[in-house]
């Protein structure tokens, strides 16, 4: 309907919906069903076999499958291409694996949503209660609600006494609201401020309430959540995207050049099948087969690191997301706040005192203008505190800390603790409870042998029982009404919820009661209590800003409370755009808002992922937290969807990229240093990679174009395919995976984000590529020219072991050339000469044992078989150690022409 169920009155709604104080009668409800359908979400699970074969739908996959298939079969014919098929398709297999196991977060987001809703009910039907499913729910219906009672459906309070609902997994507020039957103004209102309705998941935490159900399954809150985690595209991350358009461009370019090495070979005149296997040799050799498993395995490690500091990575690409995020939007509540309501700021005897502390710690200090003020030297200071101490209901143990009750209730009682005031000795007789309609609460106590009245409630509701106020030494004085209001007009100014005191000495035979009793009453005092920032989100937020990182705070909570915590934190808080202004913006609009605007407040679900959905049109990698059900669709459309593990619903958790274990921003600042930290590590890994395999993809493609003109190279490769791989395979694991250990570089934090279009293809990387490369496949080929050519009269082999040998020593001289290349790879612009050598045991390590592996050939027989080595003179070493030095010499070089 267009008009919002919380602006018609009681009797409107159950007439609207046809139905009455009796309920619904079983054919009425049978009908309802049929037109309505379940009370349920529903959606379809995709089959397990459909997401393992998505894991094949990417071009690295695919060509590496045609290549492992053109490998078994020259195997097949005789090629002897066999460790080459099963490595491939080992690598195949394990990237597969990985990216099933990472996937379907939206269907565990979904799940987790059914999960929260309730599977029976106690509904009125023909006049009687009985006890439904609660997907049998129809609009219509009345439904009966007790304390602790989960709510089945959308419903609109009809009767509501003393009823209190827990709407945090909604709405991410922590306290319970009080509900009414009135009719509310408005059409735009979020779900946090429809205060007559209540919403499917949620709980009365208290009282008593009958309901009419509204909307049912797919209509309600959670339905809408849920159509919208279903809608929302999953977001490929920056390195996602980068990678897929870094290996779309280099296999088309390895495609080509095999393509004209095949043809030229066949131009020369050469058998199709020696140019074929050139041709097959070269996409081999030039193919980086462990790309995928070297990108999964820094993700991972980073992911083991990040979890070591409280950010536990479900999806392995979030692990580099957050180090090119630019926009990180956070809940205030519990992330950036402390989640506990905090007296910090009294008015008591005409002094406004700060209250040091936070939290539900006891220890804390009194201060005035700065100045320490000793408790014994202000009494009215004390009586403030004594009323706010036992006009309560909360309970708080001293010892251990433990605490249950209202939070706002809590907080008046550490701040009575903070001035040493204990339960006992106090004997309460009477209470007149908080009632909204009223605004105050009012308790007779005991206190040793005199009986007190207190009073707390609204500024205004107090200061109207008062015709005298305290001096500091609490004796009764003249009661300025307009300075206390102005007293506290200040303190809600300040974002501080602001409650009055008051207090009346009567005699020890008074004992009722009545609000009639609540005159003349001497005034207290003020408290003004904030959920307050975090210290480390404080520092946090600073951070992000050397960073280049934006922080913005998205919260339900109420504008002037939002943008004062704002201030605090240190974010740009000129403007509050709130979730009724939101609604009426168009997408152009909002657009323009989100560039200029760091604070939201007041936000409808739908709020958090438009925001979400601006930033990243405009170009920004948005970072977005999250802890409630309403939550999930813009963790999921994010570029990296953060959870709350402490006070996080499993929806969010299953929708969420990461979830943080101490639901602390900072956590996720750190997150974003090791985020960089991937990225650099991962940068330096293909930087190292490529090259090495554009070096052996120059030595097929240069003894395919030198054939014709020396006799050598027409009849033998460089290096053997076999031996190609053991290059390929060996040095990802032994020389390039150690380059994702180096230590983090200085200054992570202190430059902006890369740009989120930047690519990996850039002319550093073409410069490294094509200097790199000839530096190690020149070595190579001179070191075979050199040894082997006198096994070649006439392009007839003369020699087969000296052949052999040549290969063997051109194999060591790759293998030399790619130390050298090596050990300066672990930074991308500073001279090897400016770090340790002994800085990365991890690649000292990877180095001694590639050496012990290349002499095994020598002394396994076997071996010598399967990699076509052969020992050679011991003469021949001086000239092929040599080969260390241009591919070291050659990176000094250029790293110093692009540093000066």
């Known amino acids: 309907m267009s008009t919002p169920w919380y602006s018609l009155s009681s009797e409107d709604v159950v007439k609207a919906l046809d139905t009455s104080a009796l309920g619904l009668n079983d054919k009425e409800a049978g009908a309802r069903l049929e037109k309505y359908g379940l009370n349920e979400i529903q959606f379809k699970k995709t089959p397990a076999w459909v997401r393992f074969l998505r894991q094949f739908n990417d071009p690295m996959i695919i060509i590496l499958l045609i290549t492992a298939i053109v490998t078994g079969t020259l195997t097949i014919l005789g090629s002897h291409m066999l460790p080459d098929t099963i490595v491939i398709m080992g690598v195949v297999i394990l990237n597969a694996v990985l990216g099933f196991m990472q996937e379907g977060k939206a269907e565990g987001a979904l799940e987790a949503l059914r999960d929260m809703m309730v599977h029976e009910c106690l509904v009125v039907r023909q006049g009687s209660q009985r006890r439904i499913a609660a997907r049998e729910l129809v609009p219509g219906d009345i439904v009966s609600l007790e304390g602790g009672d989960k709510i089945p459906a959308d419903v609109r309070f009809i009767e509501a006494n003393n009823a209190h609902v827990d709407e945090s997994s909604l709405t991410g507020e922590s306290i319970p609201v009080r509900k009414k039957v009135q009719a509310l103004a408005g059409s735009d209102r979020v779900p946090g401020d429809q205060t007559n309705m209540g919403f499917s998941g949620t709980y009365l935490t208290q009282g008593a309430a009958q309901a009419v159900v509204v909307e049912t399954g797919r209509n309600t809150v959670f339905g809408r959540i849920a159509d919208m985690v279903k809608s929302a595209d999953t977001v490929m991350t920056p390195l996602q995207q980068k990678m897929r358009e870094f290996v779309r461009t280099l296999i088309i370019a390895i495609l080509i050049v095999g393509a004209f090495n095949f043809s030229y070979g066949l131009y020369l005149g050469y058998e199709i099948a020696y140019s074929f296997l050139g041709a097959v040799s070269l996409v081999v050799a030039a193919i980086p087969e462990m790309l995928p498993a070297m990108v999964t395995s820094i993700l991972a490690l980073s992911g083991v690191v990040m979890a070591g500091r409280n950010a536990l990575v479900r999806k392995l690409p979030a692990a580099e997301t957050l180090g090119a995020t630019s926009v990180i939007c956070s809940d205030k509540t519990g992330t950036l706040t402390e989640n506990r309501m905090t007296v910090t700021r009294l008015f008591s005897g005409g002094d406004v005192i700060a209250v040091s502390g936070v939290g539900y710690a006891v220890e804390g200090t009194f201060e005035v203008d700065g100045s320490p003020l000793s408790i014994d030297c202000h009494p009215a200071l004390m009586q403030l505190l004594e009323v706010g101490f036992h006009c309560n209901n909360a309970h708080l143990s001293i010892d251990d800390g433990s605490h249950t009750g209202d939070p706002t209730e809590i907080a008046l009682r550490v701040s009575g603790a903070k001035g040493g005031l204990l339960i006992d000795g106090v004997h309460r007789i009477e209470e007149i409870p908080f009632d909204s309609s009223v605004k105050y609460m009012a308790v007779l106590v005991d206190i040793g042998e005199q009986r007190f009245i207190f009073a707390k409630g609204a500024p205004e509701v107090v200061v109207g029982m008062c015709s005298t106020a305290l001096d500091a030494q609490a004796n009764p004085c003249h009661f300025d009404k307009e300075a206390t209001l102005h007293t506290a007009g200040e303190f809600a100014s300040a974002a501080l919820r602001t409650m009055g005191f008051a207090l009346k000495l009567v005699s020890s035979s008074h004992d009722d009661l009545r609000h009639d009793d609540l005159s003349d009453m001497n005034f207290a005092g003020l408290q003004g209590m904030i959920d307050p920032p975090k210290e480390s989100a404080i520092e946090a937020v600073g951070l992000c800003s050397s960073a280049g990182i934006r922080t913005v705070m998205i919260t339900g909570d109420h504008p002037g409370t939002a943008q004062a915590v704002a201030k605090q934190l240190g ?244 293998l030399l050339a790619h130390f050298g290349y090596v050990i300066s790879a672990r930074s991308i612009y500073q001279s090897v000469f400016s770090f340790s050598f002994f800085g990365n045991k991890w690649l000292l390590w990877g180095m001694a044992i590639s050496l012990a592996i290349r002499f095994i050939p020598t002394v396994w027989p076997a071996a010598a078989t399967l990699f076509r080595t052969a020992p050679f003179p011991l003469e021949w070493w001086p000239l092929i150690l040599l080969c260390f030095a241009p591919s070291l010499i050659a990176i000094e070089v250029d790293k110093a022409i692009r540093r000066h």
């Open 571 to 814: 974010i740009s808080a000129k403007s509050v755009v709130t979730g009724a202004e939101l609604s009426h913006m168009g997408d152009v609009e909002l657009r323009r808002v989100v560039e200029d605007v760091s604070v939201f407040a007041r936000v409808a679900p739908e709020h958090k992922k438009a925001i979400a959905e601006a930033l990243q049109y405009n170009g920004h990698v948005v970072a977005m937290t999250g802890d409630g059900v309403n939550d999930a669709p813009a963790l999921k459309a994010a570029d990296i969807g953060i959870a709350m593990g402490i006070g996080g619903t499993e929806v969010a958790k299953e929708a969420a990229d990461m979830v943080l274990a101490d639901d602390n921003f900072a956590t996720i600042v750190a997150a974003v240093e090791e985020g960089r930290h991937a990225w650099n590590n991962l940068q330096k890994a293909i930087l190292y990679t490529l090259p090495t395999n554009a070096a052996q993809a120059l030595l097929i493609m240069g003894a395919t174009l030198l054939a014709a003109f020396v006799p050598l190279f027409a009849v033998r490769f460089v290096l053997e395919p076999v031996q190609i791989l053991w290059i390929n395979l060996l040095d990802s694991v032994l020389l390039t995976m150690p380059l994702m250990m180096e230590a983090k570089e200085k200054g992570l934090l202190s430059s902006p984000p890369r740009e989120a279009r930047a690519r990996i293809i850039t002319p550093l990387f073409l410069q490294r590529v094509v200097v790199m490369g000839l530096a190690i496949a020149v070595p190579g080929f001179l070191i075979f020219y050199h040894f082997g050519a006198p096994a070649v009269v006439d392009g007839v082999i003369v020699n087969e072991l000296l052949l052999t040998q040549a290969q063997t020593a051109a194999f060591w001289a790759i």
